[in-house]
């Protein structure tokens, strides 16, 4: 059972212009959301999260967003650099089990 | 500040050996889990300590083990090893304040390559 869910395995998009990552969860329980970025052979870097209370959150270039009617969370990310191309995992957890659900990530692809 | 340690950084091993990982937390931080990386499942979670005590395990057979020491230093054990536990293992630290791991993420080490022969 996938509670947590990344429907596209891969991302392309053009330096400068805007990359959307999206997410969708199964579990009304979750009360917190957050986005990773890994590199091959690193572990994941933590970018930016959300609590279940509010519908945005922004840092820098990164602005998450989310509905909760449509249980669904997305990454905006603008503008692209060739820098964020990397594998870009959706998380979730809820209060009370430690413990981050993940996806199962997006390759992101910045071309130049 | 040092980020998550985690030795050794690759391992080779051969079906039905022991393995133990090692995780250094950063500093101050008390909560300590541990999670596998495979191409077919994705990233699972494996436990979650704190204080020394195991708070939450996922899904995995009692081959897999774990213990936190009193400095928050944790590892992992893995017996009777299997093909299928070749996987990217990784650590992941938080400082458990509030929301702390939630609201500002768990950091994570580079993990620990096993393959298993």
């Known amino acids: 059972d996938q509670q947590v869910k990344q429907n596209s395995p891969s991302l392309s998009v053009q330096e400068g212009r805007i990359s959307i990552l999206n997410c969708d969860y199964t579990?009304?329980?979750?009360?917190?959301f957050l986005w990773y970025k890994k590199y091959p052979a690193e572990g994941p870097t933590f970018l930016i999260s959300?609590?279940?209370?509010?519908d945005k959150n922004e840092d820098g270039r990164f602005t998450v967003f989310l509905n909760k009617s449509a249980k669904h969370l997305s990454l905006h990310i603008v503008p692209s650099q060739p820098g964020d191309s990397a594998v870009y995992f959706c998380a979730a957890i809820y209060q009370g089990a430690q413990k981050l659900v993940f996806g199962q990530g997006t390759r992101l692809t910045i071309n130049p | 500040k040092a980020g998550v340690t985690q030795t050794p950084r690759y391992l080779i091993k051969t079906r039905g050996q022991q393995v133990t990982l090692s995780c250094s937390p950063i500093s101050g931080h008390r909560s300590v889990s541990w999670y596998q990386q495979t191409p077919g499942q994705g990233l699972q979670f494996l436990f979650e300590y704190f204080s020394e005590t195991q708070r939450n395990k996922g899904n995995f057979p009692g081959r897999f083990s774990g213990r936190q020491f009193s400095n928050s230093r944790s590892e992992m054990n893995v017996s009777t090893l299997e093909l299928g536990d070749s996987a990217l293992y990784l650590c992941a630290s938080s400082s458990q304040q509030g929301r702390g791991g939630a609201e500002s993420g768990y950091t994570f080490g580079s993990g620990t390559r096993l393959t298993v022969v």
């Open positions: 579990n009304s329980m979750f009360d917190y």
């Open positions: 959300i609590s279940s209370i509010k």
